[in-house]
């Protein structure tokens, strides 16, 4: 069962599609849902990839989603808009936010919204790219569960709260951000778990009285360390206002993460469209952008590297690698999904 871990995107796709629909997500929904995990993958960042998608099948048999709600605009004024998701599929509703802020961006230059009541959307940057291939400039960001102190303390009181941020390029591969305010996502130390590591790298986490540890046992029962101490605090303090405080919905620790079940999450998702036009001709804008990102780059390496790169270029360069020798999945995530498709009787894909 743990020899099949290496699959086409394709391969992939379906078969995650196929467990979605086995969970109860209608047959024209589970792709949408099945993109960004797939995406992640194929891009190297596994913490987000289908390792989540047993989550996603508990918080479907839970209740704690609503497969087939859509949401609703409860306001819209100028460039904003405040969304309630209604517990509906998080890639479902964000596609719809998504689409929302890429249509006032074109009516106002800039679109802004703010949604409650979701639930987990995967990784943020998926959602970035998805504004940035409008030719916008794509920022997501989105609150979670209290797993992380806030500088200083040791109860949790803020999420990793992702931020991510996506420059669009005529050759399709802009600069993109794509980070926890957390030093690492939790995803990080539940893949770590799975490939049955004992030890994590210094600054990932912390024990239950807020001191450093490198254990993984003693990791998983403590917290995240917020990324850089207070100036992470203070990034998913920022995250928390954006989403939690501006959207009206939960917040700290009303809030649910994928791992918690029998109530809904509620976290809170925030989309931000930036036309370049209203600033600048986009072709000046590109060439700009390639000149910056040329400067950076040409920066002597330190020593110990070979190259100076930017946010964006390993995902690029694992998404390269994937689509040509296929996607591995480690033993213990597989082993994971294969359960869960022997559950649902779902036959697992050829290798």
Known sequence: MTDCIVLTEAALRDFTERILEAAGVPRDR?????????????????????????????????????????????????????????????????????????????????????????THFGAAGFWAQKISQAGLIGMALCDASAAIPPWQAKEGRLGTNPISMAVPHPG??????????????????????????????????????????????????????????????????????????LSGGAMSREIRGIRQHGRHSRVNHAFLAVEVARFLPPEEFYARMDRLIAEVKSAAAAAGYDEVLVAGDPEWRAEEQRRRNGIPIAAGPWEELARTAERLKVALPDC
């Open 30 to 118: 589970a792709g949408k849902v099945a993109a960004p995990m797939v995406a992640a993958n194929l891009r190297g960042i596994d913490s987000h990839g289908v390792q989540l998608l047993p989550h996603y099948v508990d918080q479907l048999e839970a209740g704690d989603v609503e497969p087939r709600a859509e949401g609703r605009v409860i306001s819209e004024s100028g460039a904003c808009l405040l969304y309630d998701s209604q517990y509906g599929l998080g890639a479902i509703t964000s596609e719809i936010c998504c689409g929302h802020a890429v249509r006032l961006a074109g009516e106002h230059g800039l679109g802004m919204v703010v949604a409650r009541e979701a």
């Open 172 to 245: 399709g591969r802009g600069w993109l951000l794509d980070m926890a305010t957390s030093t690492v996502s939790y995803g990080r130390l539940e893949k770590a778990m799975l490939e049955r590591r004992e030890s994590v790298p210094a600054g990932w986490a912390m024990d239950r009285e807020g001191r450093p540890t490198t254990d993984l046992a003693t990791a998983l029962k403590g917290f995240l360390m917020p990324l850089g101490g207070y100036k992470g605090s203070g990034l998913g303090l920022m995250v928390e206002i954006l989403c939690g405080v």
